[in-house]
């Protein structure tokens, strides 16, 4: 299969994924399942990618809560 035959399977909208907490968590054991197919620098390249993957979806995002947002937009707007 192709790069772009494989973007197109992950973009769909449709496609089935399991909903997990942690994606790296999942990244990890998956690699860990076939680690032994691939070869040093395939793996090495796989490891790099789960941190690409780690450190774009462990970003904190702040959560407000009803009662704080008005602070949070008088501090935000220099006031």
Do not use: F
Request: net charge neutral.
């Amino acid at each position: 299969m192709d790069a772009k035959t494989l973007y197109e399977r992950m973009d769909d909208d449709d496609a089935k994924a399991p909903h997990v907490r942690c994606v790296t968590s999942l990244y990890a054991a998956r690699l860990a399942a076939i680690a032994p197919k691939l070869s040093p620098a395939e793996l090495e390249q796989m490891i790099e990618l789960g941190v690409v993957v780690h450190r774009r979806s462990t970003v904190l995002v702040p959560v407000l809560s009803a009662t704080n947002v008005e602070d949070w937009l008088k501090k935000s707007r220099g006031g």
